[in-house]
């Protein structure tokens, strides 16, 4: 591995393109894919929106938020939104190119603009989630409405309205947290997230990992998760890095296996070497740990220095 290889997964998810890594283990090819992440468009900038980015960000969504108000299109109140753009609701979603791959959250000051919006997105392409706050008494005749102006009931029927899961949020926070919970249980459904053939499970890009593989050429390690049996902290895929001081960037799970891993990888730092280990997880060490998960991963480790 080296600062290059990185560099290219990097810039490749900069400029909204997938990459991957790819290792061989005794003939078989482990493929770990990055995907860029997914743009969540929030239509509205109100308490709820600005909750609402705040989680979404630190779910590794790319955040766009739109109003038509100055005053709430401010960037200061979305500090973990990549845009915040100011226009009418109309002509801002035109011009932001609504994809199949986006997520769209309508959650805007009233049931009028809630219902412009909703309008214009179902006018273009089939967003992969596309959700609507309000109560069940009004959206139920806002959708009977659409279907009588003639909009399709299948796409109609898609929306996830009233938005987010049901558990009793009242708060702007709590209904943050009910919408993103759903947010994620959609992206977790779709098959490009699912472990397929060649492929490793985990797809996300931690971005201070990334960086740090990608910029610092510091002697390191780097641990990738290449399969898991029975229960486990973590994915085919996860992916982390180790310094020779035992600092480490992005997680295979925590606890005693990753520490464990972790203190293995230090040994290979500089020798040029690789080595594939079974973590066990209900060892007696792990059990005194309170990591009795009763699985095992087994992790590639290989140092990761870059050529002389």
């Known amino acids: ?45 109100g308490h709820v929106s600005q909750a609402l980015c705040t989680v979404a960000a630190t779910l590794d969504f790319a955040v766009t938020v739109v109003d038509d108000r100055p005053e709430f299109a401010d960037a200061a109140r979305f500090p973990g939104a990549q845009s915040v753009r100011c226009g009418d609701f109309e002509a801002v979603i035109d011009s932001l190119g609504v994809s199949s791959g986006d997520y769209v959250c309508i959650v805007t000051r009233g049931h009028r603009w809630d219902d412009v919006c909703l309008r214009r997105v179902l006018q273009g392409c089939q967003p992969s989630y596309l959700g609507m706050i309000g ?23 898609s929306i996830h309205t009233p938005i987010g899961l049901d558990i009793g949020a009242i708060t702007p926070a ?45 002697p390191k390690a780097l641990l990738l998760v290449l399969s898991t049996a029975g229960s486990t902290p973590a994915k085919p895929g996860a992916l982390m890095a180790v310094n020779a001081d035992g600092r480490g960037w992005g997680t295979i799970g925590g606890g005693w296996g990753e520490a464990d891993a972790m203190a293995r990888a230090r040994k290979l730092i ?11 997880m209900n060892s007696d060490v792990a059990a005194n740990e309170g990591m009795a998960c009763g699985g095992s991963m087994t992790v590639l480790i290989e140092d990761a220095a870059d050529p002389a």
């Open 174 to 218: 709590e209904i943050a947290v009910s919408i993103c919970a759903q947010l994620v249980q959609h992206r977790r459904s779709l098959p490009a997230r699912e472990k397929l053939d060649g492929l490793l499970q985990e797809t996300g890009a931690d971005p201070q990992l990334l960086r740090y593989l990608a910029e610092d050429g510091e």
């Open 135 to 157: 109560s069940h008494r009004r959206v139920a005749a806002q959708l009977e409405n659409l279907a009588e102006d003639g909009f399709d009931r299948e796409r109609i029927a």
């Open 1 to 45: 591995m080296s600062t290059n290889e990185f560099r290219s997964i990097r810039d490749a998810l900069a400029q909204g393109r997938a990459a991957q890594l790819i290792r061989e283990v005794d003939g078989r090819p482990y493929v770990r894919r990055f995907v860029p992440s997914e743009r969540l468009i929030i239509l509205g900038g």
């Open 270 to 280: 500089g020798t040029g070497r690789r080595d594939v280990v079974r973590v066990n």
